[in-house]
């Protein structure tokens, strides 16, 4: 079906998305510096794409820099919130104060972080929750799952990044889709799995699992963001609703967007 607009969704939320201004601190990680991309850049990549919102989410670069996500959202206004990364050792004050600027979440990297103590994370996970209603979002390899999905199903509010990236590991996926777990329909050029049919099967598993993100700029990704990822994905669904689903109302709710 090519690039063909006609049977896209009416309105979207990109779920996950990154700015990197190089007017604050970038952290090397496993040697690499990300190019800047600024808020203009993502307006003028997603041009003529019915964005009525979304969500920037702290990179691994960011470290725990703080600044970069205030100045973006208040460039992108209301509609746009943020998922930032913070240390266990974070005070209530901070995290509070973090929740007024628009911050919805904290993202915990299994994949190129170091945390690998999943009770601590859960503990961390249940707290925020208390205290701001914050959610956890995870960058994991779903085939480092196995052990972890019992243990993951006991935070309050979670999500899970690129579809789990690993195709082998698409069953973890699915069981925490199971279990009321946001999956992020995101990270095309990073992910192995088959997207039609990992969207498929998560959205028959539970329809409200599902959150379509650009992952721009793409960063250390094999390929950035293509219209065409928007047109795979509407192949994958069977309904308007569906659609509509994926690309706008199972993120609003979730990021308690206006």
């Known amino acids: 079906m090519g690039n063909n607009r006609d049977n896209w969704p009416k309105r979207i939320i990109d779920s996950h998305l990154h700015i990197y201004d190089d007017e604050f601190p970038l952290i090397e990680n496993q040697g690499h510096i990300p190019e800047p991309f600024y808020i203009d850049d993502y307006r003028n990549l997603v041009r003529g794409m019915p964005i009525e919102g979304g969500v920037i989410v702290s990179g691994s670069f960011q470290g725990f820099e703080q600044r970069y996500l205030k100045a973006a959202l208040e460039n992108l206004g209301n509609n746009f919130v943020g998922?930032?990364?913070?240390?266990?050792?974070?005070s209530d004050e901070k995290i509070q104060q973090l929740k007024e600027h628009g911050i919805r979440g904290v993202r915990?990297?299994?994949k190129r972080g170091v945390?690998?103590?999943?009770?601590g994370i859960v503990d961390f996970g249940k707290r925020i929750w208390d205290l701001a209603g914050w959610h956890l979002e995870i960058y994991v390899d779903s085939r480092e799952l196995d052990d972890m999905v019992p243990t993951l199903l006991k935070l309050?509010?979670?999500s899970v990044d690129h579809l789990g990236m690993a195709k082998s590991g698409l069953s973890q996926v699915r069981?925490?889709?199971e279990g009321g777990v946001k999956i992020k329909a995101s990270g095309f050029g990073r992910t192995e799995v088959n997207i039609e049919e990992a969207i498929k099967t998560l959205n028959e598993t539970n329809p409200d699992a599902l959150m379509f993100g650009t992952d721009l700029p793409g960063t250390r990704s094999n390929r950035s963001f293509e219209p065409s990822d928007i047109t795979n994905i509407v192949n994958a669904l069977d309904s308007e609703e569906a659609v509509d689903k994926v690309f706008y109302q199972n993120a609003r709710s979730f990021y308690n967007l206006p």
């Not at 998922?83 to 974070?90: A, D, F, I, N």
């Not at 945390?115 to 009770?119: A, M, N, P, Q, Y």
């Open 115 to 119: 945390h690998r103590d999943i009770e």
């Open 156 to 158: 309050p509010k979670l």
């Open 83 to 90: 998922v930032t990364q913070l240390p266990g050792t974070v």
């Open 108 to 110: 915990v990297n299994l």
């Open 175 to 177: 069981r925490l889709a």
